[in-house]
């Protein structure tokens, strides 16, 4: 059996998201990340409240009705992990990252280099001391699963570290409850054991080894080994993946964005070929920029196809140009958010198709023009027209725009107006007297409309009409509920208009061209 220790940081999911972004959040808040709608992990202040891992997103906020909810983010997890893991492997070489927050290695180099087991672990719990983390755990015992049980159940506080002394590890495990092999290994077994009357590790460990591989298959017989001691699994070094990034430092910081600008260019250039020589593209770009102030700014870039080094040069200089910071610049680094094997992004043999370019033509007058310089349509959700499209710059995913496929009760139904206006059409809506169509309280017209009277004053008579429809939106806001009645009429030139009358004033939404 090898020899392993298991660092275990607890939480991670919570740790890394108050570690990134511009204005990171405070431990001190009752934050929890979900994931599939229960709660992965959560902050100490959440566990005051009774939030705990599992619950359900209502229950927790029942519980808590001040909880920061923030949905699961494997991306950035690893993000925020991979340099501690990097000051891992100066002290002690050969790490396993088993997940963000959980990592293994061998115990006995590090015993022999570091003087003992428990000198190689406090050496290794320095590195999150350094960084500023508050709350790590470390177990030592014989093969993973025990020490990773040992750094998980058996330890009793932050910067813990237990150790199994070495042939003990069945009788340190007997005691635990069967539910460890569901969170360690991922197994659905505990369940069963219970309804079997079993409920602690040693009772499995007393079973024959053959009933369980006649009921579990290969599966029974690694979980004998596990229970009992004999976890012989080994521990796989992950391949440190290579430096990628590149970083610069102005001394002195500069002023002006054309400066930074160009004092990035040999750096993107070997950014791009680095990526290269590893059959890489970058897709998505990563571009934090310091401050002399202690300002930062910090922002995901997305290209349609891949970046090359006058594209990252042009992100820089737009982040810069967006208002990024108040200050001189110190320091830019770029860094492979997304990439995708170089193979995808071969050129045609007989030349360029269409789509690409079409890319080149709009990414060369971007690049003239600035990142809002070029924008592309999109159809999202919502109840309104105006908010239904959006425009999104050339290269950007719409991530940030209402999911179409969602319910928008009052929204308007197929076939929707050819021509909406960007800002709503101020109009009047006159009966046979002269007087203003209105929209009671029960929701019903004043009188029958009559006369249209658009912009500049033209008169159009009404030929025909339906409506009301109403639009409740958002009643639990006062500063952003609305309550408007659409109208669909044709005037004598058969122009069809979508009207709404929301505070006894009307307006045109759009027209049926």
Sequence with gaps: MIRSLVIWVPDW?????????????????????????????????????????GQRRRDAQARCPRL?????????????????????????????????????????????????????????????????????????????????VAARWGTQGAFDIRIVPEGETSSFLAPLPVTVLDEVTGESVAGLFAKLGIQSLGAVADLSRE?????????????????????RSPVTPREPPPELHREVAFEPPLEHAEQVAFGMRIAAEEFVFALGAADLVCTELRVVIAGDRAQRSERVWRHPGSFDAAAIVDRVRWQLAEGA????????????????????????????????????????VQAMLGHRGVVTPVIGGGRWLTERQVLIPWGDRPEAIADVSRPWPGSLPDPLPSTVFERALPVSVIDAEGDMVAVDARGELTADPELLITAGGKSRPIESWAGPWTVDERGWDPTRARHAHRFQVVDVTQTAWLLVCENGEWHAEGRYD
């Design 13 to 53: 999911p919570v740790i890394a998201l108050t570690r990134e972004g511009d204005e990171p959040l405070d431990t001190s808040q009752p934050i929890a990340v979900f994931d599939k709608g229960a709660v992965l992990a959560c902050s100490p202040a959440a566990r005051a409240e009774t939030v705990r891992v």
């Design 325 to 364: 910071l108040s200050s001189a610049v110190s320091l830019v680094r770029i860094e492979p958010e997304g990439v995708d094997p170089a193979a995808h992004h071969v050129r045609a043999l007989f030349g360029s198709g269409p789509e690409e370019r079409v890319h080149h033509a709009l990414s060369r």
């Design 211 to 231: 009933r369980l591989v006649e009921r579990f298959g290969v599966r029974g017989q690694r979980l004998h080994a596990l229970v009992a001691g004999e976890d």
């Design 68 to 148: 920061i909810v923030v949905d699961a983010d494997p991306v950035r997890d690893h993000r925020v992990f991979a340099p501690l893991v990097t000051e891992i492997e100066a002290r002690a070489p050969g790490v396993q990252l088993r997940a963000p927050g959980l990592c293994i290695l061998r115990a006995r180099g590090p015993a022999r280099y570091y003087g003992g087991e428990r000198s190689a672990a406090q050496a290794l719990l320095a590195a999150f001391a350094e960084a500023g983390i508050g709350d790590v755990r470390m177990g030592i015992a014989d093969g993973p699963f025990a020490a990773e």
